[in-house]
Nanobody
Framework: QVQLVESGGGLVQAGGSLRLSCAAS????????MGWFRQAPGKEREFVAA????????SLADSVKGRFTISRDNAKNTVYLQMNSLKPEDTAVYFC?????????????????WGQGTQVTVSS
């Protein structure tokens, strides 16, 4: 059984930073790609960032390139999302997910386990 628990969300002013963490339980964490998605009220869940099993390949949504960074620590079964220069439009619930395979996946269909989400609110 795989469980994903996000933490690190909160309220921050525009221009500020937050680091989200996603702690994974279960075996073979290092064998799978991981990703972050977000969902704002009334909108569909959208891709934010993804990282391969080894961490050598990443993908970022155009809207967050240059501001967000995804990383992972396989020894700690944890994936991170460093968010800098936050904007009000980044406000959403952020979800961590485990990919079905080891590759970088950029759509929700590429993921089979999801966390409960953590709220990020950016004030203007």
């Amino acid at each position: 059984q795989v469980q994903l628990v996000e933490s690190g969300g909160g309220l921050v002013q525009a221009g500020g930073s937050l680091r989200l963490s996603c702690a994974a339980s279960g075996r073979f964490f290092s064998s799978y790609g991981m990703g972050w998605f977000r969902q704002a009220p009334g909108k569909e869940r959208e891709f934010v960032a993804a990282i391969s099993w080894s961490g050598d390949r990443t993908s970022l949504a155009d809207s967050v390139k240059g501001r967000f960074t995804i990383s992972r620590d396989n020894a700690k079964n944890t994936v991170y999302l460093q968010m800098n220069s936050l904007k009000p439009e980044d406000t959403a619930v952020y979800f961590c997910a485990r990919a079905s395979y080891s590759i970088v996946a950029v759509t929700t269909s590429g993921y089979d386990y999801w966390g409960q989400g953590t709220q990020v609110t950016v004030s203007s």
